[in-house]
């Protein structure tokens, strides 16, 4: 119950495409759902994060769409360049007493080529 | 700002040999964590802390301690080193994981050879 399960494993799309990374979770007491990107040799940083009132969030390229009924949240990168290319992490996090632990899927090495 | 800063940044170790990871944070947040990554994979918790004085174990403990004397440090001390514990070690921080997000150094990368 406390899983995140993350996929693909990796991904490869061409610059100027759309990158999709999708994860599940089971705990609905998770209420908060940061994705972060890491690149080789540095420590995962924050992309974006969303809450589950509402169901799309978007910062420039970067969007979350929020399926709160089927426990599921993906990320969309908007014409992908190269530079994006990194290890993605999805999360859950709960707050309250359960804010000690914030669960990480299992990462999703993407790859742009130019 | 500083924010999470790890010591050393690289290790080679024998093995039994013994050695403590540095990690001090200056965002005076309460919650403190330990993650190991191997190759290819994701993180996995190995203690975190709550606030000064009070920690308690994730995902993968055995093999290593923590303290939490301070808010600003959390140490990581691995006794008798294995290889099994060849990996890269990540501290992060955070005021409150539900809310906002963690912040990480940039991690120990650790070699016991």
């Known amino acids: 119950q406390q899983q995140v399960k993350q996929s693909p494993q990796s991904l490869i799309v061409q610059k100027g495409g759309i990158s999709i990374i999708n994860c599940a979770y089971e705990?609905?007491?998770?209420?908060?759902f940061p994705w972060y990107q890491q690149f080789p040799g540095k420590g995962p940083a924050l992309l974006i994060a969303?809450?589950?009132?509402?169901s799309e969030k978007k910062e420039g390229r970067f969007t979350i769409s929020f399926n709160k009924s089927a426990k599921q949240f993906s990320l969309h990168i908007m014409d992908s360049q190269p530079g994006d290319s990194a290890t993605y992490f999805c999360?859950?996090?709960?707050?309250?007493?359960?804010?000690?632990?914030?669960?990480f899927g299992s990462g999703t090495r993407l790859s742009i080529r130019p | 700002n500083a924010g999470v800063t790890q010591t050393p940044k690289f290790r080679i170790l024998k093995i039994g040999q013994s050695m403590t990871l540095q990690c001090t944070q200056d965002?005076?947040?309460?919650?403190m964590y330990w993650y190991r990554q191997d190759p290819g994979m994701g993180l996995k918790l190995i203690y975190y802390?709550?606030?000064?004085?009070?920690?308690d174990k994730g995902e993968v403990p055995n093999g290593y301690n923590v303290s939490r004397s301070t808010t600003e440090d959390f140490p990581l001390r691995l006794e008798l080193a294995a290889p099994s514990q060849t990996s890269v070690y990540f501290c992060?921080?955070?005021?409150?994981?539900?809310?906002?997000?963690?912040?990480f150094g940039d991690g120990t990368r650790l070699s016991i050879l």
């Open positions: 802390s709550v606030g000064a004085g009070i920690t």
């Open positions: 969303i809450r589950p009132d509402v």
């Open positions: 965002m005076n947040h309460n919650y």
């Open positions: 999360a859950a996090a709960g707050s309250g007493s359960s804010a000690s632990k914030i669960i």
């Open positions: 705990n609905t007491a998770f209420d908060y």
């Open positions: 992060a921080s955070s005021y409150d994981p539900g809310i906002q997000p963690q912040h």
